[in-house]
């Protein structure tokens, strides 16, 4: 999923306790460079922490996000267990668990952990998000569904309404051909975000699938003006659709020799 790590990654710091420890102090400092993208410093300020405090969970924690942010999945494991093997109803590192197993495609062993982060903290929506994305992967489309509609009402309750949920939800109600319903959710997302290149993206394809090349084209088009999000060569392939659906072979043809160039070493 797009943005997943921005939002996965996105819980407050702990607050400092009074007398707060040498080794929180130094997790404090660790989480500031993570914060500032120092991944690096920031795993060897929490191995001075944990030199210190072992079981220190938070310390535990971080240093799995700031490993995962770097591709050491292994570390990342490694550092989840100590951190459940210290405190197993700790919903966090229980829910990212469960999001490296999801990242990893070991999603059997992804389903469980989120559930139980779920049972252990229902208010979050980033757990019944993650285990929608699982269940969709495994073909389990009416589990997923249930699930991506519960993000979005926990995150609306908590006043957190994000676009790219609604897509995710979006997306699966296009595949499932629900379309009514895939383009409310797409214009409820635009609305947050009306520069977003995937909704922009999303709402062409719906278009596509409706019958309305025209409008597809303009939406695709709009989609290749903005920046981040879904990769070019995904619009400019929908765009040469639209445009042969058109009859306006020329700028399909010039889409097609985009995706040509791009392709070459």
């Known amino acids: 999923m797009r943005g997943a790590c921005l939002i996965v990654f996105a819980a407050a710091a702990l607050a400092q306790p009074p ?4 080794a929180y102090r130094l997790y404090e400092q660790a989480n500031a460079l993570f914060t500032a993208q120092k991944l690096p410093q920031c795993l060897a300020t929490l191995d001075e922490a944990l030199g210190l405090d072992p079981k220190l969970v938070p310390a535990l924690t971080l240093k799995a ?3 995962m942010g770097m591709n050491r999945f292994d570390l990342a494991r490694q550092s989840l267990n100590q951190a459940l093997a210290a405190e197993p109803d700790a919903w966090y590192p229980r829910f990212l668990s469960g999001f490296l197993y999801h990242l990893e495609n070991e999603l059997r062993l992804a389903l469980p952990e989120l559930e139980r982060a779920r049972k252990l903290n229902p208010r979050d929506p980033r757990s019944a998000l993650y285990l929608g994305l699982t269940q969709e992967s495994l073909g389990r489309t009416a ?8 993000t979005i009402r926990l995150e609306e309750a908590a006043g957190k309404a ?15 051909g629900r379309l009514e319903e895939c383009a409310q959710l797409i214009d409820r997302a635009l609305r947050l975000e009306p ?15 409706r019958g309305d090349a025209s409008g597809a084209a303009r939406e695709g088009e709009h989609a290749l003006r903005l920046a981040g999000g879904v990769a070019e060569r995904q619009i400019r392939y929908l765009l040469v659709r639209a445009y042969q659906a058109l009859g306006e ?4 043809a010039r889409h097609a020799a985009a995706l040509r160039a791009a392709e070459k070493p």
Do not use: F, H, N, V
């Open 162 to 176: 994000q676009a790219e949920t609604l897509l995710t939800c979006a997306r699966l109600l296009l595949l499932l």
């Open 249 to 252: 072979e020329k700028l399909a």
């Open 19 to 22: 007398g707060a420890s040498p």
């Open 195 to 209: 520069d977003s290149r995937d909704a922009r993206y999303e709402r062409a394809r719906l278009l596509l699938k």
């Open 65 to 67: 996000k700031a490993a």
């Open 143 to 150: 589990e997923a569904m249930a699930l991506y509609q519960e």
